[in-house]
Structures are given as C-alpha cells and as structure tokens.
C-alpha cells in the first residue's frame, strides 16, 4: 500500500467527493430529476462524514455483549445522528419526486429552465402584470416622476 | 461557460475542504460524550445496543422530529399528489414472478420486520430498518397486483397512533414527575428481549411509524393519477 | 403634575388636531379650527416674556426611551418662530374658511383632510421649535416632514407626484440628518446640547466637516437650499390654496431654525469658519455664503420664467431663503438680525402674496399668468395686498422686506464681502422683475372678457390678507418691535443682535430709522400728488381702446402683453438655464432603475443553487487564505 | 418546568392525530390545532409573569447536558417561542378545502419545529427542527396547488436540501473536533478547539446552511417566488418568523461559540449585499407580493447588519428591528390577502378598503421609521450604534442602511400614492381587490400591536434591554446549561 | 486496521465516486437510478466497514432499497423510464445541447 494513505484519508475524500459531486451535480444539471439524484449524493457524502467523526480505528461496534470486559467502542452518537439523518433524506427525497410528478404533469417537461421561465410566467400572469409590458421595461412611473406637460410647461427648466 | 465555472468552483471547495479537513484527527474522535454515554447507558438506558439508547434516550427528541419529518414528507406528498382512490390503468400487470412471489415473500417479510423492530435494543437494527422492512412488505402487493390498493383509513390510522404513542409514552412519563421522554419501567437484565424498560415500546412505535409512513408514500407515488 | 405653558401650548395644539380630527366632517370646521389656533396664538402670546429675553419654558413632559432622556422647551429663538407658525397658521385657515372650503369640496378636495393636516403641521412645528436637544428635534423634523407629506398630497393628482417627489427628497434629508445624529452619539455618548457642546471641541477637522455637510445638506434640502431644490416649487404650488401659503410662509423655515441649532449654536460659527477646503481659500462658512447666493440667484430667475403665479411665488420663495441664511452665517449682529427678521417679513409677504394669488383664482378659476390681467378695477383690494406683498418682497421701502434685505446688504459691505453683496443685487433684481411681471399680468393690462362680472374676494379671505398687509406695513414702519424679539432669539445661540430703537437700529456704521424713510418717503408722495392733480385734468380712456402698434383693433381682440413677458432679458440669459439640476436628479433616478433592474436579475436567474456554491467557495477561500 | 416540553410535544401529537380526528368529526379536528396554540400561549405566557428565574435549562429524557438534548429557556428564547405559538395562531390555515386536515397538521408541525428552534441547546437537535420546519413549509407552499407554486417549491426544495448537507457537514466538521454537540459544551470547549481555520469553516458551513431560512444574501433567491405563491398567512410567518429562527440559530453560534471578528464580519458584508439587493429589487416589483418579498430580504439584511455588532445595544437594535419586522411584515403580508397582485390594480383601492389602505399606510410609516413609531426606535438604536464602530465596513454598513431607507420610502409611498389616487386605470380588475375580512382583522391586530408599542415605547426598550443583557452572556448560558462544572472542563 | 479493509475501503469508495458521477452524466434515467443505488450500496457496506451496523442497515433499506424504489416509481410517473439507452438529452453534459423535449 502507498505509505501515507490510511483509511481515514479514503474515506474524509470519499464523503468530500461526494458531497462536492452532488453539489456540481445540482448546479449543472438542466433536468431537474438529476438535481434530486445529486441531492441524494450530496445527502450520502455528509452522513458519510459524519459516521466518520464518530469513527476509531481500533474499536468495535458499540453493542455491549454479555462478557466481562469491554472492549473500546466506536462513537454511537454520530451513528444515532446518521440514522436520523438517512430517514430525514429519504423524506425529502420523496416529496422532491412528488413534486417532480405534478411540474411534470402541469408543465410538460422538466428542463430547468424552461421550468423556471413557465413559474415566472404563471407569478406574473396571476398577479395581473400584462404581459405585453416585460419584466425589464421602465415602470412607466418613477418616484421622482416629471410632472405632466401642462405644469412642466409652466414650471420651465430650472438653472 | 457556466458549467466550467461550475465545475471549477465545486472543484476549488472540495479541494479546500479537504485541505481543512486534513487537519482533524479521523480515526481518534475526542468522544467527549460518547465515552461518557458509553459507560452510564447500560445503567441509564439498559438497552445493549448503545446507538439505540441514545437514538431513543439521549437523542429521543431528534428521533420525534425525525418521525415528524417522515409525517411531513408524508403529508405534503399527500397534499402535492392528492388521495387517489381509484387505481391507473395505465399500469401493466406485474410478472408472474412478481405476482406470486409476493404472496410468498409478504408473511416473511412481515416476520423479518418485527423482528428486527423487537431487538432494536439488543442488536443492529430497529424501528427504522423494520419500519422500511414492513413498508416494502405492504408494498410489494401493490406493485405485484396494481389493482390493488392499500386501505389508506387503516394506514393512517396506523399512522396517527404509532406517531401519537411515541409521544404519549413521553408525556406519560412527564406526567409521573420526570422529564419528557425519560425513559420508565425497570430495565431488567442487559441483553434480553424484555429489558431497557419502555424503549421497545417506543421502537415498536417508530417502526409502525415507519412503517406505515413509507408505504402511505409509496402508495401514492404509484397511485397517483395523471391529471391529463 | 402642573402644566408648564408649553405644555398648555402643546395640549392645545395637540387639541386643535384632535378636534379636527373628529369633528372635521361637520359644519364650520374651519372656524372652530381658526379660534383654535387663535387660542395657540394667546397661549403663545402668554409667553411673550420670552421674546425679550425671558428663561427658556421647560416642558413637563420628559421621557427615557432606550437610555435615550428626550425633553422639550421653548426658549426666544423658539418662541419667534412660534410666532409666525401660529400667526401664519390662523390667518391662513381663517381665509380657508366659508367660500374657499365650500368651492374647494365642490371640486372634490377633504376639507376634513385639509384641515387635519394644516393642524398637524402646526403641532409638529410646534414639538419640533420645542425640542430640547438632538433627539427631540430629529423626532420633531421627521414629524414636520410627514406632516407637510400630508397637507401636500391633499389635492391629489399632480399634487401627489410632487409630495412624492418632496417627501424622497425630505426623506434622503432626514437620513442625511439620522447619519449625523449617529456620529456624533458615537462622539459625545448623548444627545444633550451640553454634551455635544462639549463634544464639539474635541472633534477632528475631518469629523467637523463630516458633521457639517450632514446636517448642512440634510436641513438645506428642508430650505431649499442649491442642489436640493427642485422639490419645492411644485410641491408648495400644488398645495391647496391656504395650505400653500402656510407652507410656503413658514415650512422651510424650520429648515433654517434646524441650522441655527446646530450649525450656529452647537457647532459654533467659529468652529465651521476654521473648516477649510483644502487647497482654496474657502472655508465651510463661506461655503454657505456661497451656497445662500446662489440660492438667492438661480430660483430667483426661474421665477422669472414662470407662468403660473403659483409656481412663480413659489421658485421665488426658495430664493428668499437664500437672504435669511446668508445674512446669519455672516454672524455679525446686523446680517444676523437681518436675517432672522427676513424670516417674519418673508412670511408676512409670502403669505399675503400667495393669499392674493389664491384670491385670484378663487375668482377666475385661473393661475395662469397668461390669462389673466386686468384685475386691479374688479378686486382692488387684493391688488392692494399683492403691491403691499411685491413691494415688500422685493426689498424696497416703506415695507418690512426694506428692513431685513438693508440689513443683509449693510454686513455684506461692512464685512468686506463685495462679490456676495453683488450676487444678493443680482438676486434683488431678478426679484423686482419677477414680481413685476406678476403684478402686471395679473392686475394691469387688460381684463379678459371671461372675468368681466368678476368680483373682490369674500371678505372671508380679504380679511386675512389686509391683516397681513397691515403687518407687513407696521413691522417696515417700526422695525424695533420684530428686531427686538430677534436680539433676543439671537441671544439663545450665541449671537449678539444690533442696538434697538422703535424705528431700526442704532450703529455706529450707520443707524437706519423707517420712521424717518417712511416719512420722507410719503412726503415724497405728497409732493408727487400735489403735482400730479395740480397738473390739471387728465383724460380717461376705456380700458378696451386699443392702440398698439400704429394698428387699431377692434374692441373684442385684447391686447395684454403677458405672454412671452420680458423675452429680451430671457434670449439674454437663456443659457444659464440647462436644467443641469435636472439633469442630476433624472440621471440619480435612472441610475437606481438600473441598479434595481440588475438585482431583480440576480434574483430572476434560474440557477440560484450557483449562488450557494460561489458564497461557499469564497468565504471559505476567505478563511483559508 | 419540565412541561414547557408540552409546547413542541403537543403540536406534534395533534399534527399526528389530525389527520384520523378530522375523519371522525370534523368539529373536533377544527377546534384541536387551535386549542393546542392557544395552550401553548398560555403556558408560555404564563411563564413570562411567573416567578421562575430565567434562564433555565431542561434536560430532555433526564439525560443532563451535555449528554442529551437540552432545551434552553431565557427570556430571549421565551419570547419567540410565545412569538411563535401566537402567529401561529394568528397565521393559521382556517380555509376549509380538502386538504384541510393535512394543512393544518402541517402548521402545527411548523409551530413545533418553530418552538423548537426557538428552544433547543443542542446544534443536531436545531438541524432536525429546522429540516422539519423546511418541509412542513414545502408542503404548506405546494398546498396552494398552483403550477408555479409546486414549481418555486421544488427550487426552493432543492436549494434548503443543498443547505442542509452543507449544516450536516459543518456539525460533523465541529463533532469531530470536538466530540459533542451541546451548544453550552461547545461554548466551554471553543476557545481552545474552535477558534481555528476549521472551527470556521465550519462555522461558515453552518451560516450558508441556516442562512437559506433565514434570507441570508446570496442564498435567498427563492424568497420572491415562494412569497409569490405561498398564501398570505404563510407568508407572513415564513417572513415574519421563520427567518428569526433561523438568524437566532446564528445568533446564538455567533454569542456563544465563534466570536470571532472574521464570523462576524462575513454576516455583515453578506448583510450590506442583502440590503442593497433586497431594496433595489424592490423598488421596480411590479406585483405586490413579490415587492413584500424584496423587501423583507432588505429588512432581514439590516438585521443582519445588526446581528454583526459585537455589543449588547447591538443585540437591543437587532431585537427591536426582529420584533418590529415581525409585526409589519405579517401586516403587510395579511393586506396582500387581498392586494397581492399587480400594483397597478391598486390604484383607488383606498375607496374600496380604507381600512385597509389606512393600515397600509401606518405599515408603511413604521417600515421607514417615522419617528413616535416603533420602526424609528429600533433603527435609532441600530445606527448609533453602527457610528460607535471603528471599524470601516460598520460605516459602510451606516450609509447602506440610509440608502435603503431612502428606497424604501420612495417605493413604499409610491404605492400609497396609488392607493389614495384617484383616477382609475383601465386594467381594473375590481375582483382581486377584495380584502377578505378575516385578513383585515388580523392586520388591525399587528396595527394596535404596533401603536401599542408606540405608547409604551419605554417600558418595551427596557425589557428588551434586559433580554439583550442575558442573551449576549455566554457566562450564563454555559452556567445554567451545564452547572456542575463552573467554567472547567468536563 | 488491517490492509484488507485499506483496499476494501479504497475499492469501495473509487467505486462510490465514479457512480456517484456516472448518475449525473448517463443519460438514461434509469441508469441514473441505478447508479445512485450503487452508491447507497457501497455507502452501507463502508458503514459496516466502520462499525456501524445499525446505519449500515438503514443505509441498505432506506438509502439502497426504499430510496431506488421511489426514484423507480417516479421515473414511471415522470415517463422518463426507459430500459434501453433512448435519445434522452437531459443529462449533466447536454445542458447546451439541442433542447428536445425530455418527456
């Protein structure tokens, strides 16, 4: 085996790898299933690493047998920690899906993109905002406004 | 150009996490708690399984939330998805294998779950992994038979009361003076199947929580309705 | 507990927009509303041991909010102050009352509104004049702020536009003012005048100027004051009518009230004079002096091309302020005295003249210079106020403008200032001019066949304004009453007032007696009038017997030259009008549409998962490096 | 006082027993969500007039600290847990649909989480409460059951989720160094193990994770979107409470294990962004949720800004400015019941509701700080304390702030201005201006909270004061939490 | 620690890695499924590997077993199951690819 890598060094960059492929892996992706897998990913690098902070080499499961010495225990809270952890996952991972179902059904498609334009879309045609007038044209009224053509008229250009 | 600069930054935090992380001391915990938790629970909690003292002791109030969690995920698929009662068509029938093997496989499965629920405190294994277990084992059906359905009223009755006796197990405690959650009744010898005082019963509770709450799940992912 | 009587003041006024308040949708609102303030005014005038110098009134009522101790008291400068809030408050809202209120609901205004809102104006003016030290006097100002939102955004319509317009601006002001606030808690650990005081003298030069230009812009924008003018015209224009002379009388004067208190007494004048810019010969005071004349020029000629006398009124005003500071940050005893008095004589003329121009439209439906004229044989007595009003405004005897302006000129030239003294005759001119043209578009000339059958104002509204008159009349005659109560309130910032007689002032450089101006002066008439009617008869003509151009016309084609008045001197002077300022103003506002347009971007892009990443890579890359 | 447990315990047991009750009789399920809040205000309530020394600390299950879970009581953690019984109360799901039984047990998961993030003293005990807390808000937005809602739940979804396994991996980064988890425990142990680069970076881990609730800057894109579908109530206390939770989380990281100048200093820097961010895009919003939105990221900003200042009349100002954020963005929020859409179509909506327009009006002048007002007080607290610094950035942080002022006024007034005008547009669509009355009540309610705070300005800053005291001494919370110990290591 | 688990270890986790990618750049999403049960299943087999039987056992049902069978059941739902490798354009590295529909 190569000198200097222990057991320890492959897991820490198993975890980090995980966690750091699932977070690229939401960031670029443009379906929005995959985002869902790469959460999942991400989710097992950080129990993974968790289980690792609770973890000694030289110890053994932390179940008491019926013997009269026992021997060092690995850490059982970080264990009781991830169990949580893993249910938790698996609940948001299954409301992620539903929801995946009804953009699905409503939206046609999972693009990212295309999701995201179509919720703009939908926010701004239920508050009302016309279409015809894009998000990015002026206001039409400003807080300082020019006053209407019949006073500016009077009122004139100043110094 | 995003994707690059994507890759280039989730690149650039792992390397940098992994260089700081390269500073702790994997292998050799500090075990501030866990050494001490380790030697008062058999006395505290008297379950063998230390994870699962502290699953139901020392952490009991996580293990709620994450029930609660579970309730939530539930509920709010429950809410997104819509109780469908009628089944799809658009199913295929299950394979002959899948059929009939889970007429066999479903009693064992059902076996294995308990099992595993009832010596959560003695071995590996609990309320989770049996809850899973009992999930599959009333999903199977549904998956070989899509015309049939599970009796969601009896499902979430399951539900509520698994959930509802967690806590009443808790508050009953509460009741008799002590804190909530603290756990009650003698604990008898270490190691056998009827000890550790009232932390079966609150596995049992989880695991029927579980249980119940996955398969409500699954059934409705597979149930849902195309609204088109 | 037993009431001091500024608290008596206070309750009364706080009363006054209580009954407003409730009973403002029944009759005759506006009556009960004026006797109320009548009762401020005696309340007020109870306290008139003040203006001769008499111990600051403490109010009862002192809180502890927040560790911070908030008190209120009145002392002269407040007290004079006071006295023309009030005085302008009731002559204003008894002009309000009957005909005007009746027309003013027939074209759909809140009378209920109006009035709510003129007598919350005068209970924040009030708490604000008596605020006891720096907290009191921010919570004052934001109040007045608000309060003056209120009565502007009234009449709705272009009226909104402009109170959004006043109260961004008002707002950026009182933010600059919050800021200030803030470091010099941070410097004397309290808000009390005597710590600040003390405070003061332990300041860096830096923190001086940081203080000075805060507070500087944040009460300048209140006045008016050079780049932050644009706001007020149009804002103190489109108020309703009496609205518009209370505002336009007395409202950004407690942005110069605020600057005394702070600039002048706490600050010190010596300690802004020894604020130089780097690299000049100006310091921060002469910094103001500049900034006072220019405010005394540029609006000034904008007024000139104005053609709605609402709006002319209301651009030359902003340019009157510049005398008032101009003449205290001389801080010698005579512009001092000239200044604060201006402030009295400003708003008798101010709201005389707004008065009358109200008068006017409340008549002929019309502001617009251009379509009126003529007037002066169908409301004579309103003429009579708006030249009383003119002749005082623009600084010449016998009115009380003659006073105050002869005073400001009079340190000018004695404290060796000969460019400032001739922006204020440049600024003087542009005044004569411009009430000129408002006088003759509106009362000379021809009378337009529409306003035929027009009538004099009722007397409703005459009676206020010949008060006003008179006022403006008696405190030009004899300058000692007003100068008096002056040399008082300068005494409460540190500043000396002149020597007093009944008729002006007595100093060594020259003393100024109206007694003697004012009869000479008519004594100058007398002669005039002797000769003019011993001249023998003089033709009478009508008024429709045109004759212009070598063209006659026919009676029914009106000749007024209104339109287009003084364009010589306007080809002239055209290219000092590039409207840079608004320029400023439109290129702030596009910049913040920009601004926001990007960060709407930010939170419109489909990828806000990126965003985690990146804070996450750079704040840890922050930590690690 | 062990039963103050009862106030996470008995939401739980009713969202769980909701669901069956609401099929056996509905009367019952209606009543029992309420009846449960109102218990729990009452029990909370009656805790602030007791004579029970505060701060105490309850050991859950028997289990001392730092061996379980603990939760910490002191007047800080008292006052937002009873803050969030009673919104919770305020905000909840009446409407009768048939979802109703799964919404409101969904509610009152989000109260129990709520009350638990308000209480617990054990850093994986908040992560649990603030994932449950995440996904009864997911399924409460997607219950409005609109495409774009179930589409701006997914984002958000994602984005908390990605949050989260960042929080997971900063506890594991602090567990591993230091073996436990108890915040007091923590606080003993920091100055030796955490005040390094990897206390920090975990520390910043942590932040990122909890800032996705608490609308901490670059993290908070899913803020407009969610205000924009959720209903009103919701959004009133996701906006109003949730992201107070969520920034006490940090608080008390911030109090009690890194303080340090650089943890603070990132709060601020990501503060001043907020703030610029959140009141630009609010200043062009075209409809009047989505401008809520803005401006709560705006506001949460500022009180960013002041969660980075190191002293207690720091702490004074971000109390005062949570407290006054909560009662008006929930106003504000209730008013959009029935304004929410386009601000066009508000124009002359005054006639139809002045008491709404009224309401919006007062809403506003607090938000800008108008002085007798309560607005005013916190922000006066906020930036003389912010000029005390020395150092720059607070500066920065000073001016920012008053530029933020100035915007929000002008975008604020523009909409009274639209209100109160006058003329009618040809857009109108008179059916979405309907203010229902329920909303309108509720709003009243914020409103007479909000001058009676005006009244009783004085007593209110002392008490906040004292709250501020005892929050900001860590001394204390290490003493109450784990007392046998004093100040030594266990 | 003995060499074995060093290689164990080693094996697992380079496995772990490359289907963690392999899930975000295949383009069948059933593959893509797989793949991420791929990683549960080693991340429960390192569990046991570090002395945690009862997470080892949560991560097999929950992570391995539960967890596939609702990203299977919802794959059926969204119409993206495909046993064979289809046209599907919608994985990690088609971002900018040609937009087909995906359904």
């Not at chain 1, 009781?80 to 046609?108: D, N, P």
């Not at chain 3, 009030?86 to 109006?114: M, Y």
């Not at chain 3, 004397?188 to 507070?215: C, D, N, R």
Request: proline letters at 3%; hydrophobic letters at 55%.
């Amino acid at each position: 085996m190569i000198p200097g890598v222990t057991l320890e060094l492959i897991l820490y960059t198993t975890a980090l790898g995980l966690v750091i492929i699932g977070l690229a892996g939401v960031v670029l992706s443009s379906h929005l299933f995959r985002m869902v897998l790469a959460l999942v990913i991400a989710e097992a690098g950080a129990n993974l690493m968790l289980v690792l902070s609770g973890y000694r080499w030289d110890a053994v499961a932390p179940i008491l047998l019926q013997r009269a010495e026992q021997p060092t225990m690995v850490d059982p809270v970080p264990q009781a920690m991830v169990l949580t952890a893993i249910v938790i996952g698996v609940g948001i991972q299954a409301l992620a899906v539903s929801i995946l179902i009804r953009i699905r059904q409503r939206y046609g498609n999972l693009k990212r993109r295309d999701v995201a334009e179509k919720m703009d879309a939908e926010i701004a045609a239920s508050a009302g905002i016309r279409r015809d007038i894009s998000q990015d044209a002026p206001l039409g009224e400003r807080p300082l406004s020019p006053l209407p053509a019949h006073t500016a008229e009077s009122r004139g250009g100043d110094a | 150009m995003r994707n690059l600069t994507g890759l280039l930054f989730a690149g650039g935090l792992g390397f940098m996490l992994l260089a700081i992380a390269s500073g702790i001391d994997f292998g050799s915990p500090p075990m501030r708690i866990g050494e001490a938790i380790q030697s008062a629970s058999p006395q505290e909690v008297g379950a063998a399984n230390i994870v699962t003292s502290v699953v139901l002791g020392y952490r009991g109030i996580d293990t709620l939330g994450e029930l609660a969690i579970l309730f939530a995920a539930a509920s709010a698929a429950g809410v997104v998805l819509g109780r469908r009662h009628t089944t799809t068509g658009t199913q295929r029938k299950g394979g002959f294998v899948l059929f009939h093997g889970g007429a066999l496989i479903f009693p064992f499965l059902l076996t294995i779950g308990f099992y595993i629920i009832f010596h959560g405190h003695l071995t590996p294994g609990g309320g989770f992994q049996g809850g899973v277990i009992l999930a599959a084992a009333f999903f199977l059906p549904l998956l070989a038979r899509p015309g049939a359905r599970l009796h969601h009223s009896i499902l979430s009755v399951i539900e509520a009361f698994a959930g509802a006796s967690f806590i009443l197990i808790g508050l009953a405690a509460l009741a008799e003076g002590q804190a909530f959650l603290q756990p009650m009744l003698n604990q008898d010898t270490l190691g056998s199947l009827i000890s550790a005082g009232t932390l079966p019963l609150l596995y049992i509770a989880v695991g029927l929580k579980v249980g119940a709450e996955l398969a409500s799940l699954l059934s409705n992912l597979a149930q849902t309705e195309s609204e088109q | 507990m037993i009431f001091s009587l500024l608290d008596e003041l206070l309750i009364f006024s706080a009363a006054t927009v209580l009954v407003a308040l409730i009973l403002g949708r029944g009759l005759a609102v506006g009556w009960m509303v004026t006797i109320l303030y009548g009762g401020q005014l005696l309340v007020l005038l109870k306290m008139a041991a003040l203006g001769y110098g008499g111990n600051p009134i403490a109010s009862e009522l002192s809180l502890s909010v927040m560790g911070q101790d908030l008190s209120w008291r009145f002392d002269a400068l407040s007290w004079f102050f006071a006295l023309i809030t009030l005085v302008a408050a009731l002559l204003t809202s008894w002009f309000s009352c009957g005909e005007w209120e009746r027309k003013f609901k027939q074209q759909g205004g809140n009378v209920w509104l109006f009035h709510l809102a003129m007598a919350l104006n005068v209970f924040t003016m009030l708490i604000l004049l008596a605020s006891g030290d720096l907290l009191s006097l921010f919570i004052g100002w934001e109040l007045v702020s608000w309060a003056g939102f209120l009565l502007m955004a009234v009449a709705g319509g272009v009226a909104t536009n402009a109170a959004i317009r006043y109260i961004t601006y008002a707002v950026v002001g009182g933010m600059s003012i919050f800021g200030g606030i803030a470091l010099v808690y941070a410097a004397a650990g309290s808000l009390q005048y005597e710590a600040i005081l003390i405070a003061v003298e332990k300041m860096s030069t830096g923190q001086l100027w940081m203080l000075v230009l805060l507070f500087g812009s944040g009460f300048g924008i209140k006045m008016g004051l050079l780049p932050f003018h644009l706001w007020q015209a149009a804002a103190y224009a489109e108020t309703p009518g009496p609205g518009s002379a209370f505002l336009g009388a007395i409202s950004s004067r407690m942005g110069l009230f605020a600057i005394l208190l702070v600039l002048v007494k706490l600050f010190g004048i010596v300690n802004i004079d020894s604020l130089k810019i780097p690299f000049t010969l100006i310091d921060a005071r002469d910094l103001l002096a500049w900034i006072a004349v220019f405010t005394i020029i540029f609006p000034t000629y904008t007024a000139l091309k104005q053609n709605d006398a609402r709006y002319l009124l209301a651009w030359h005003g902003i340019g009157q302020g510049g005398y008032m500071l101009l003449g205290l940050v001389t801080a010698n005893s005579l512009g001092a005295a000239g200044g604060l008095l201006h402030v009295l004589n400003y708003a008798a003329c101010q709201a005389a003249l707004l008065m009358a121009v109200f008068a006017v439209m409340h008549r002929t439906g019309a502001a617009d210079l251009n379509k009126l004229g003529g007037l002066v044989t169908r409301m004579p007595l309103s003429f009579l106020v708006l030249l009383t009003g003119i002749i005082g405004l623009a600084g010449l005897p016998p009115m009380n403008g003659f006073v105050s302006k002869w005073l400001v000129y009079r340190s000018l030239l004695e404290d060796g200032m000969p460019l400032l003294f001739l922006g204020t005759i440049i600024g003087t001119l542009g005044t004569i001019l411009s009430v000129y043209k408002l006088i003759h578009n509106m009362f000379l000339g021809q009378l337009r066949v529409e306003h035929e059958h027009v009538r004099e104002a009722p007397w409703s509204m005459m009676t206020p304004m010949l008060i006003l008159a008179g006022v403006i009349f008696v405190t030009g005659l004899l300058p000692g009453i007003p100068l008096t109560w002056v040399a008082a309130a300068l005494q409460t910032i540190g500043l000396t007032g002149p020597e007093i007689t009944l008729g002006g002032i007595e100093s060594s450089s020259g003393s100024l007696d109206m007694i003697w101006v004012i009869g000479v002066l008519f004594a100058g008439f007398g002669i005039g009038a002797v000769i003019f009617y011993s001249a023998g008869p003089s033709k009478r003509v009508h008024q429709l017997d045109n004759y212009a151009g070598g063209h006659f016309l026919t009676a029914d084609v009106r000749y007024q030259y209104s339109d287009n008045f003084y364009s010589g001197l306007m080809h002239l002077i055209r290219g000092w009008y590039r409207g840079s300022f608004q320029w400023l103003e439109n290129s702030i506002t596009s910049l913040v549409e920009f601004l926001s347009l990007g960060m709407q971007g930010i939170y419109r892009r489909a990828n806000s998962e990126f965003y985690l990443l990146s804070t996450a890579l750079f704040i840890i890359a922050w930590v690690v490096f | 006082m062990n039963n103050l447990v009862l106030t996470i315990a008995l939401p739980l047991l009713g969202a769980f027993l909701l669901p069956v009750l609401m099929r056996l009789s509905q009367a019952i399920g209606l009543w029992l969500g309420p009846i449960i809040l109102g218990y729990g205000c009452w029990l909370l309530g009656n805790l602030w007039f007791s004579d029970i020394s505060l701060p105490l600390s309850i050991a859950i299950g028997g289990f001392d600290a730092p061996y379980g879970i603990n939760l910490y009581l002191d007047s800080l953690a008292l006052l937002f847990a009873f803050a969030v019984q009673l919104l919770g109360l305020i905000c909840w799901p009446y409407a009768l649909n048939q979802d109703t039984a799964r919404r409101q047990a969904l509610m009152l998961l989000l109260v129990a989480s709520s009350t638990g993030l308000a209480l617990s003293g054990d850093l994986f005990n908040l992560y649990v409460f603030y994932e449950l807390a995440a996904v009864a808000t997911f399924g409460l937005v997607a219950a409005s059951t609109t495409s774009a809602a179930y589409a701006a739940t997914f984002r958000y979804l994602i984005l908390s989720g990605i949050g989260s396994v960042l929080t997971l991996l900063g506890i594991a980064l602090i567990y591993s160094h230091t073996g436990t988890l108890n915040l007091a425990h923590l606080a003993q142990l920091a100055p030796e193990l955490l005040h390094d680069r990897l206390g920090m970076t975990a520390y910043l881990l942590i932040l990122i994770g909890i800032g996705v609730k608490a609308e901490l800057f670059p993290v908070n894109a899913w803020v407009p979107e969610i205000y924009a579908t959720a209903s009103s109530r919701l959004s009133g206390f996701l906006a109003g409470l949730l992201s107070k939770l969520a920034l006490l989380i940090i608080l008390r990281l911030l109090v009690l294990i890194f303080d340090q100048p650089e943890a603070v200093q990132i709060v601020l820097v990501l503060g001043i962004l907020g703030v610029i961010s959140g009141e630009f895009a609010a200043w062009r919003a075209k409809d009047m949720r989505r401008m809520l939105g803005f401006s709560s990221i705006g506001q949460l900003g500022i009180i960013f800004i002041a969660l980075s200042l190191p002293d207690e009349r720091g702490l004074l100002a971000l109390l005062a400015l949570s407290l006054h954020h909560l009662v008006i963005k929930t106003g504000l929020f209730m008013l959009a019941d029935g304004w929410g859409g386009s601000l066009e179509r508000l124009t002359g909506a005054a006639k139809r509701s002045p008491v709404g327009a009224a309401l919006f009006t007062l809403f506003a002048l607090s938000l800008v700080g108008v002085p007798p007002l309560p607005g005013f007080w916190a922000k006066f607290t906020l930036i003389t304390e912010l000029a005390a610094q020395s150092e720059p950035l607070y500066l920065i942080g000073l001016l920012v702030f008053l530029l933020a002022t100035v915007i929000e006024t002008s975008y604020l007034f523009r909409i009274v201005a639209k209100l109160y005008s006058s003329a009618e547009t040809t857009t109108n669509q008179p059916e979405h201006q309907n203010m229902p009355g329920l909303s309108l009540a509720t709003a009243s309610l914020f409103a007479i909270t909000l001058l009676a705070a005006t009244v009783l300005i004085a007593p209110i800053g002392d008490g906040l004061q004292a709250v501020a005291a005892e929050a900001k001494n860590a001394e204390l919370y290490i003493q109450t939490v784990i007392p046998a110990t004093p100040g030594g290591q266990l | 620690m003995s060499e074995v688990e060093l290689w164990i270890a080693l094996i697992l986790g380079i496995m772990m890695l490359s289907s963690a990618v392999l899930a975000l750049v295949v383009k069948n999403h059933l593959a893509a499924v797989a793949a991420a049960s791929v990683v549960s299943l080693g991340l429960a087999l390192l569990f046991a590997l570090m002395r945690a039987p009862d997470v080892a056992m949560t991560e097999a049902a929950v992570g391995a077993g539960l967890s596939s069978l609702i990203l299977a059941l919802a794959l059926r739902r969204l119409g993206l199951w495909q046993i064979d490798s289809g046209r599907e354009n919608s994985n990690l590295l088609s971002a900018s690819s040609k937009g087909k529909d995906d359904a």
